[in-house]
């Protein structure tokens, strides 16, 4: 199916939809409501159009240099599977690299690229962490992400101060206790930051 019949499939859903929670899908407010769903629901869900070996693009580059590279606080946005509502916050990538880094654009396009996808937190946080286990094979990767779900504060429990932090450890971030506790310390694990 091409993506000018997936636009119209779900134009036609978008307009039953409202048709279905009691509006009138004709007023005036709602007239183009299902185009503008149909290209919000493109770009929120870009992510499964994109491969994270074309994402890279030959931004690996030899280095000799074994010290731990942190980029903090990169904001991200993605969709929860279970109610196809947001959730968001800030994604902390690190890696200690093993005679290869990558641009550091690249981290923060990895965090996009999975999050702009239906996800929970948990897969998320473990599929950044292994393609860049596997781009770089580096000593050890680690993800932490930090997010504000709406299922949980606009619905069921309405939590509105409770941040869900999820974390992938791989090689030496796994293995060695120092190396973990140096990160937690550089990304200031335990304090709320988010907002």
Known sequence: MGAGQVRDTMEKLIYQ???DIGE????????RTPE???KAWEFLTRGYRQDPKALVNGAIFEE????MVLLR????????????????????????????IIGLSKLARLVDMFARRLQVQ???????????????SPAGVAVVMEAEH?????????KQNSIAVTSCMLGVFRDNPATRSELLTLIGHGQRRMF
């Open 17 to 19: 939809l409202l048709k």
């Open 24 to 31: 009138d899908p004709e007023r005036e407010g709602l007239k």
């Open 36 to 38: 503008r769903v149909a």
């Open 64 to 67: 000799d240099t074994s010290e």
């Open 73 to 100: 606080d990169i904001d991200f946005f993605s969709m929860c599977e279970h109610h196809l509502l947001p959730f968001f916050g800030k994604a902390q990538v690190a890696y200690i690299p093993d005679g290869k």
């Open 122 to 136: 948990e897969r998320l946080t473990r599929e950044i962490a292994e393609t860049l286990d596997g781009e770089l």
């Open 150 to 158: 709406m299922c949980m504060q606009m619905r069921g429990v309405e």
